[in-house]
């Protein structure tokens, strides 16, 4: 009995230092996909190692054995003794890992809910695979379902659509406010990691200039060749409110570095081109009346947890759309593959039609020589076309049955009916 | 009278369109809202155009046709925007709109008979032409200060709803705002100039302090301050649409108010519209 079992570990089964032990080289999905070629009990495999999840996807006839040498697969892999990580895998079969792996393909599985990366790693692990040879009929369909689920549910559900990282919604909130941030000027107030993580996806998304500001001139230097920025020092900090539109503050002052007179007696030589403080120091950069100001917006680190909090709730609330999706999905796919069930007795049903038609022409030779070569076809079309329909309502019936219990004695019957066994 | 009723029926069910569009946001209702927002859009131009040819005077003299021509001028300025800006949004605000003054219209009675040969004259037409497509660029100046105003204080006060969604980014619906206002002014502008000629050639005199000339005035005065503000000074986002949204509440005093209780050669009543109404 033909069985798809899939093993793994992902984020929440297994800690970071053992995940990074079995994906740590690059070559580690070759290795993989090349033991598992070795092993007779395997007939397709598929292996998928990313920073978050280290996985094996296999079709056998022998659950058992197929389990225990993915195992050790694993253990030769991370050089870890098996008894360390067993309790860190999850083992699914059936259906069970079929909704697994669609489940991973629209990224319902990952860290963050609905984050794009997985399919892409997912689609280069399956190339992988048909590389070298070891996917099949089964793993095929498999890996093209899992991207159309991923497809399905990315379009028909808003799972990966709202921020979900202080970074990325500050950019949101930035193109709400400026709609395209070409030809805007950012200034990079202070730093820190997550002001850089900030600042590099403001400038990823076409920000057109950035300077920035410290306290130690030196720093400011430092912090701008990253960016290619400009340095300004941090007297000139008032100029500068003059010229730009967007400040992602981040300094370790005690006291707010930017006070409401000092951004009211900008606004006018600004001619009120809005203004957006990103300020995510604790405590603030930023007075929290400044933002009662007309064409300025102060967002704290706290309003955009705020929203990111918002918009998770929201990617839970869709993932639950998302889950009925897969769902459906994998009853199509336990559908099909019950079929392939029936595939080898369809074919020697249809082999044995085209013997008798092939013997029952050779009888007849002598008379078809008389005819013409157009006559000949005709006739050749009209038997074949005889035996197809006599064949045809027995295959549709037995594709029906595919997915019942009943389905081996059907089977047995077509078998003995058209003495399938014989040759 | 068919042409009108059609376009009415179109119109009611493009906006329905546009507010299934507004909570969906699927683009396939927007493309169908669309169409038949052109449908009904092109069913009122047959209209007025046989009115036009029939009457042999601008169609646009009672309160009824006053009205549907204003929502066919809105109507129209938003399909040049459309085409301009690509702003789906904006037809959720527009249809509705102009569906209820075609609806209000509809309730009027229309004159009926010949009209005066002073009414047959090429200047009219361009008064009216002229001054509509102000009011309806005006119109949509208006409801875009609206939107500008709701997505501006759902991010100022950091509860972004579902308005947040779905309208466009502040700095769009500014430029909406200086656009349409710009266009707006000019067209205003050469309709004043143009009716003050069609009343020197039709009753002798350039401006006679007739309240509807006042009150026009008055609105171009509050639409050339607007400008100015924002021209020299920079006035920009939530001051420039409070004033934009002021403006056109004088704009519609003009329109209604001044026509209907002060008097004057331009009240409708005047223009012949009394029977029935």
Redesign the interface.
Known sequence: MTIIISIGMNHETAPVEMRERLSAEPDHTVRALAFMRELSCISEGFFLSTCNRVEALVVTEDGDRAKKSIISIMSRLGNIPESRFTSNLYVFEGDEAIRHIFRVSSSLDSMVVGEPQILGQIKSAYAEAARHKISGVIINRMMHRAFHVAKRVRTETAVSEAAVSISYAAVE?A??????LDEKKVLLLGAGEMAELAARHLLSNGVGSMVVANRTFERAVEVAEKFRARPVSFEELVAQLEEVDIVVASTASRECVIRYDMVKSCL?K?????LFFIDIAVPRDVESEV?NL??V?V?DID?LK??IH?NMAQRRQEAVKAERIVQEEVVKFHKWLKTLAVVPTIVSLREKAECIVQSEMKKTGSILAELTPQQKERVEVLTRSVAEKILSDPISFLKRKADRPSLNSYLDAAKKLFSLDRE | MFWFYMALALELLATGGFIVYLIKQENRIFRYAYRILVAGFICLTIMFGCRYYALGAPPVLGLKSALSFFSWSMIGAYLVLQVKFKLRVLGSFIAPFSAFLLLISSTLHGLTGPVGPKFKSLWLACHIGTAFMGNGLFAITFLVAIMYLILEHSIKKKKLGSFYNRLPSLATLDAINHYTLMYGFVFLTFGMITGSIYAQLSVGTYWQWDPKEIWSFITWLCYAALIHQRLTVGWRGRRAALMSIFCFVILIFTFLGASFWLGGYHSFDNLGVRKGF
Do not use: A, E, S
């Not at chain 1, 600004?270 to 809005?274: K, T, V, W, Y």
């Open positions: 909130l193109k709400k406010i400026f709609h395209v006018r600004r001619r009120n081109r809005p933002n007309d064409n917006y967002y309003d705020g929203i918002m």
